[in-house]
């Protein structure tokens, strides 16, 4: 059973509202993407509902116009690598059977994971699934009314709503990196392989070749926690 904290999950969807907002923005070009290219509404749609995942789903948008449907599904698997990472931080904190770790396990996503880190380094799952559940209406209510509407790229791009998102998590990234050491060793190293990548490869593959910076967090970091610290080294603290 999941077990979930009334405080925890409020918080958590507090949180959530401003990464949902950013992700309706995004699901609305991937609705009218979707549609220009023939997905029609109701299949982006419930593709949104069951993935709820932009990167993936933009890069199998893309990849079905140029190429086979083994390598998009590849290539959309291949630019999720980071939950694996993501997962391995996040198994500690899951509580209850396998099948109920998994259901948990379904509210991982970027901007989630960022809020239900907590200072001792463990992830709080009530306010994961919170954060989530906003972000997940947002993202399918996006995709229904860009399918419906179909604004063009144009229109986005002047009215500045191609920039939200990428920038929402910018904020995200500079909160992380501010509590953190590691996240800032992380960060650099994450940029330094992008960069590299980008020069023989095409973006997808340089942001999942980032991703691999990320390991350098799977050892537990306790600089950003002076009181963890003390308490562990037999310290009092006042």
Known sequence: MIEIRRAGL????????????????L?????AEAEARGWGFGLPVLFSALAFSGSAQFTLLTALSGGTVAAAIASAALINGRYLVMSVALNDS??????????????????S??????????????????????????????????AL????????HRLGLDVVFPAFFLVLALEEVRRSRRALVVSLLGAVVAAGLLL?????????????????????????DPDLERAESGEETS
């Open 10 to 25: 409020a918080e958590g969807i507090r949180l959530g509202l401003g990464p949902a907002g950013a992700a309706f923005v």
């Open 113 to 146: 994971f960022v809020f239900a880190h907590r200072d001792d380094g463990r992830y709080d799952v009530s306010r994961l699934i919170g954060a989530s559940l906003p972000q997940w209406v947002l993202w399918v209510l996006g995709t229904a009314v860009g």
């Open 94 to 111: 899951l509580h209850g059977s396998r099948l109920s770790r998994a259901l948990q396990a379904q509210a991982l996503v970027d901007a």
């Open 200 to 224: 023989v490869t095409d973006p997808g593959y340089a942001l999942l070749g980032a991703t691999a910076a990320a390991l350098v967090g799977l050892k537990p970091d306790r600089g950003g």
């Open 149 to 156: 509407t179909a604004p063009s790229a144009d229109l986005m």
């Open 27 to 31: 699901a609305l070009s991937f609705g």
